[in-house]
């Protein structure tokens, strides 16, 4: 062997080896962040969700008026199309952020030292990525057989059945994901929180679109499988008809029964599932063509410089702008209307002439909306507008990593009950126009609503963003919410947008007015017990609105 070709192999090994320290690096950092732990939860009691009890109303996964015996391919099939619907979303969240946590940090200062190469680096991350989902996928294939037992309609434990849908149908859409959120986390405009915003969107025309027989690249994959179900079903029961459906609903009657026992997958629909992780390495090594590897130098070169202002005698310097929220030690005994204001300028920061401008033309399309259309239509409209900046509240402090001082300042209730009533006052000047037009009409109904919506939005932020210390919880959380709520589920409509003119909405106000006192109280109460013991300042979530 020539020194050349030795040396291409060393070179080759060392390449191997820097993709798996990065990944496995990011693994263990990703597994002691309590996000992990809950969507780990979550997704362990998904698995107990996908197969309901015999008799149960309640089901994840039929076709028409059946469903299939709770055998191995059964059971793994349910958990596993289950499993990728969750993690494709709430996953995605967890994974979001790594170069933006690396920069904060400061490691990513040390990698751009060293002679690690940014593809490498990419292929490193999206491994890592790809290993902490496929944790959670496989919590849930071992929840599997546990529920199959559990139900006790087949006794006989598959693996090759059971683990087959998470190999070919979950893990590519993993895959897809965690190269997802690279993509997006190296994307202008897109890696703040307008990235999680916009990826529930994708998600929910994921989730829809994919189960169609004609998806791209067989979409979730579930094609195949359902029509092997059909198929057997046809053979046991030569009448049964309806449409296959995968989604947490509601029967009036228990199910009937048939067996399926697993599907073959054919070298074509294989074959799609390899292009959809080949497509996924692409997008996720896309990012090395514009992102700079944490070095200022590459920084600086894709980044214009301007001149520097001449020099003047007669300025003055200027002090530097505030960073972070201000409290009464800081600013000399400030009384809170000063505080308020404080806090509302803080909240508002950044906002546009055009973002202004779109509240004002919402105000406007509500008195111009007929019958209920203002609470309707108009109102969730208004009510998503800011989601960005509600995702602040709460979240302040630990960004800018001025916790711990205002946790010691004296009184500390007062600056988050400011911030609290920033965020209503922002709740209330984006829904200021429904609430004119249900006071027009005389519907005290509706306004009792209004307001206890206009409460409960900015408790729920404040309290997320107290506990996790960052804004992607929030936003991963509320907009879920708000899309059932504006879709006309009733009972998540904290707004009273899907309830008729004068009548009672499903979620009384009261039990919201409640809720966010509760949410409200859990913030204070550590504040008013004296001084809070905060934990070490952490890096700034990367999900931050721009």
């Not at 201000?326 to 505080?339: D, Q, W, Y």
Request: hydrophobic letters at 50%.
């Amino acid at each position: 062997m020539s020194a050349a070709s030795a040396g291409r192999g060393l070179s080759s090994v060392s390449s191997v080896s820097s993709v798996a320290g990065v990944a496995l690096a990011d693994l263990r950092d990703r597994t002691r962040r309590p996000s992990y732990a809950v969507t780990l939860l979550a997704t362990v009691a998904l698995g107990w969700l996908a197969v309901p009890a015999a008799g149960s109303h309640w089901v994840i996964l039929q076709i028409g008026d059946h469903r299939g015996t709770y055998n191995s391919a059964y059971v793994g099939l349910a958990t596993a199309l289950a499993g990728t619907l969750w993690l494709a979303l709430g996953g995605f969240y967890v994974v979001r952020g790594v170069p933006a946590r690396d920069e904060s940090s400061g490691v990513g200062r040390l990698l751009a030292a060293t002679p690690l190469r940014t593809t490498a680096y990419f292929a490193g991350k999206l491994l890592g990525n790809v290993l902490v989902l496929a944790s959670m996928l496989g919590a849930l294939a071992v929840t599997a057989p546990v529920m199959q037992l559990l139900r006790g309609e087949s006794r006989a434990v598959d693996p090759v059945a059971l683990l087959l849908p998470f190999a070919v149908l979950a893990l590519p859409v993993m895959v897809a994901v965690a190269a997802a959120a690279l993509l997006i986390d190296t994307v202008p405009g897109l890696r703040g929180g307008l990235g999680n915003v916009v990826w529930f969107f994708v998600w929910l025309a994921f989730a829809f679109a994919g189960q169609g027989p004609s998806a791209p690249l067989g979409g979730i994959g579930v094609h195949e499988a359902t029509r092997s179900m059909r198929a057997d079903l046809l053979a046991q029961a030569p009448g049964a008809r309806g449409d296959f459906s995968l989604g947490f609903t509601y029967t009036d009657t228990p199910l009937r029964v048939f067996t399926w026992d697993g599907f073959t997958p054919g070298g074509g629909f294989l074959l799609g599932r390899a292009a959809i992780v080949a497509l996924a390495v692409l997008c996720a090594l896309l990012p090395s063509l514009w992102f700079p590897r944490f070095d200022p130098a590459r920084a600086r070169a894709t980044t214009p410089v301007r001149p520097p202002a001449p020099p003047s005698a007669a300025a003055a310097p200027r002090p530097a702008p505030v960073q972070g929220p201000l409290t009464p030690a800081s600013t000399g005994g400030m009384l809170f209307p000063r505080l308020y204001a404080a806090e509302l300028r803080i909240l508002m920061q950044g906002t546009r002439w055009w973002w202004w401008g779109t509240v004002a033309l919402l105000t406007l399309t509500a008195f111009a909306a007929t019958g209920s259309g203002a609470t309707r239509f108009v109102l969730p409209a208004a009510w998503i507008w800011p989601v960005l900046l509600w995702s602040r509240l709460g979240s302040q402090a630990a960004e800018h990593r001025v916790d711990a001082l205002l946790g010691a300042a004296p009184r500390p209730y007062r600056r988050v009950l400011a911030e609290w009533a920033a965020g209503v006052t922002l709740t209330a000047a984006t829904g200021l126009g429904p609430l004119a037009v249900l006071l027009r009409d005389g519907d005290s109904r509706g306004v009792a609503c209004w307001l206890a919506a206009a409460t409960f939005i900015p408790s729920l932020a404040l309290a997320l963003g107290t506990r996790s210390r960052g804004h992607r919880l929030f936003q991963a959380l509320y907009v879920p919410v708000w899309y059932a709520a504006a879709n006309g589920l009733s009972a998540l409509d904290f707004m009273g947008a899907t309830r008729a003119p004068g009548t009672a909405a499903t979620l009384p106000p009261s039990v919201l007015a409640a809720l966010s006192a509760l949410l409200l109280a859990s913030v204070l109460a550590p504040l008013l017990h004296g001084p809070s013991r905060q934990r070490p300042s952490e890096p700034a979530d990367p999900g931050s609105p721009p």
